[in-house]
């Protein structure tokens, strides 16, 4: 099984500032790692697939990067909504679907 | 517009089985693989298994966790997947949400989610 590793755990920041977050494969999962936003209560949002792809109506504030074991989540200027828990989810192994931990974004 | 609703969820003691729905609409159900989540309490994430288009196979996966107790199925005619879960444990509680593929050829990515419904295992 992969395992992905997400960190920080928690990020402190104020609106206005860059986020950076990090995944980290146990293995190689190619490009194909995705990044989803999870407010209280409600359901996931994907942001990310295919490590840098945009998903429709994401805005351009929110970038990924990355290949292979490292991967990178950028939020360039913090918005006061995108406060929430993000997970990396990856699929390079068709058969088992995993996510890391989440990193908490909370407002400094 | 795309949706999703879960139900079925609700109290159920641990070693019975429950049976949650994902009623769809929006799109044409039979042409996407679909999948279910859940989250306990306060945790992540966790990937429960997924099932694939007939186009595809219409074949299943499932997480380490759950297989041999849950299953996944789909009824193409009514739109809705549904994920059967057998001797429950008290591990399995949480929000399960269903989700649907990203793209027509499989992703395995999910844009679009359910609301979640919650199932709780206690004695």
């Known amino acids: 099984e992969i395992v992905l590793t997400q960190s920080p755990a928690t990020l402190s920041l104020s609106p206005g500032e860059r986020a950076t977050l990090s995944c980290r494969a146990s293995?190689?999962?190619?490009?194909?790692l995705a990044w989803y936003q999870q407010k209280p209560g409600q359901a996931p949002r994907l942001l990310i697939y295919?490590?840098?792809t945009r998903a429709t109506g994401v805005p351009a504030r929110f970038s990924g990067s990355g290949s292979g074991t490292d991967f990178t989540l950028t939020i360039s200027s913090l918005e006061p909504e995108d406060f929430a828990v993000y997970y990396c989810?990856?699929?390079?192994?068709?058969?088992?679907?995993?996510f890391g931990p989440g990193t908490r974004v909370d407002i400094k | 517009e795309v949706q999703l609703v879960e139900s079925g969820g609700g109290l159920v003691q641990p070693g019975r089985s429950l049976r949650l729905s994902c009623a769809t609409s929006?799109?044409?159900?039979?042409?996407?693989?679909m999948s279910w989540f859940r989250q306990a309490p306060g945790k992540g994430l966790e990937w429960v298994g997924f099932?694939?288009?007939?186009?595809?196979?219409?074949?299943?996966e499932y997480a380490t966790s759950v297989k041999g107790r849950f299953t996944i199925s789909r009824d193409d005619s009514k739109s809705i997947a549904y994920l059967q879960m057998n001797s429950l444990k008290i591990e399995d509680a949480g929000v399960y949400y269903c989700?649907?593929?990203?793209?027509?050829?499989?992703?395995?990515?999910?844009?679009?989610w359910g609301q979640g419904t919650l199932v709780t295992v206690s004695s």
């Open positions: 989700a649907r593929d990203l793209f027509v050829s499989t992703a395995y990515f999910f844009e679009n």
């Open positions: 929006g799109f044409t159900f039979g042409d996407y693989l």
């Open positions: 099932i694939r288009s007939k186009t595809s196979g219409g074949t299943s």
């Open positions: 293995q190689s999962v190619s490009i194909y």
């Open positions: 295919d490590a840098s």
């Open positions: 989810q990856q699929r390079i192994n068709w058969r088992m679907i995993t």
